[in-house]
């Protein structure tokens, strides 16, 4: 059951995992680190990462497979499932916060190329990065995003 819709900035913590349902739905999960940083009372600079399951699906899927790599940032905009508690190895209770995402916006990779949109493919095969700075060369037209 999803109830909330999040827009997520974030760093994959691995190399996307494409998998196939039985009946042959292409499904995609990655892990995504996301940093939250403040000063304290004592003006000390703190900070925090939440990590979120991220999962895409179909054309979505396989796209985020191909293209997205360990480290890269991403925006990801998608619904929050119900949290899932669960005990990890050493007994500690845990919670699973697990995004179903609708887009996937490729921000930048370690390499400074720029980043690009990647939407459902029911959404018009358009590209989605709008202003794109780099120059066309041939074989970059059939890059799906």
Known sequence: MSFQQMTLVGNLGNDPEMRYTPSGVPVTSFSLAV???????EGQKQEKTIWFKV???RKLAETVSQYATKG????????LEEPRTFTDRDGN??????????????????????????????KHENGGASGSHSSAQSGEDEIPF
Do not use: I, K, Y
């Open 35 to 41: 940093n939250r940083t403040w000063t304290n009372q």
């Open 55 to 57: 999962t895409a699906w």
């Open 72 to 79: 890269q940032q991403v925006l990801v905009v998608g619904e």
């Open 93 to 122: 209770m845990r919670v699973s916060l697990d995004v179903t995402a609708q887009t996937v916006r490729f921000l930048g990779r370690r390499d400074g190329a720029p980043g690009h949109d990647v939407q459902p493919a029911d």
